[in-house]
C-alpha cells in the first residue's frame, strides 16, 4: 500500500472521530471533513480494499493495525507541527492549517528533530 496524502488525511479523520464517537459511518466522515458522499464512498472502499479498514454490516467503520498506525503516525507529526508552529508565534487556527500540509512531507529526520527540541523545551 503506498501511504499518500489523502490516504492519510482519512486515517487520521477515522481516528479523531473514533474518539469523539462511539460509532464511525461514512457520513460522519464525509460531514467532517465536507465532502461529498460519493467520495467518500470510493475513498472506503479504497481503504478496505488495502485492508486499511474494515467495514460492519452496519455501516461501522474501524482501522485495523495497520491502519491505525498509519493514522496515528499521522496524527501525531499533526500535533507536533502545530505545537511548534503555536510556539514560534503562528496563531492556532493557521497552525494547523499548516500542519496538515507539512505533516505528509516532511522527512523522518527532519520530525525526530522536532520532537527532540520541543521536548528539550517543555514548559
Known sequence: ???NES????????????????FVR?????????????SISIA??????????SIDAKGH??????????ALDTYERHE?????????GVNKETALEDACKIEH???EETFNAIKNFLDKNKQ
Open 44 to 53: 472506503m472502499k479504497k481503504l478496505l480494499n488495502n485492508s486499511l479498514i
Open 61 to 70: 467503520i474501524t482501522l485495523t493495525k495497520e491502519g491505525l498506525k498509519i
Open 7 to 22: 490516504i492519510e488525511d482519512y486515517l487520521e479523520q477515522i481516528l479523531i472521530l473514533s474518539r469523539q464517537k462511539e
Open 105 to 107: 512531507d516532511i522527512s
Open 80 to 88: 507536533t507541527i502545530a505545537t511548534l508552529l503555536i510556539k514560534l
Open 1 to 3: 500500500m503506498i501511504r
Open 26 to 38: 461514512s457520513i460522519d466522515i464525509a460531514n467532517s471533513l465536507n465532502y461529498s458522499k460519493p
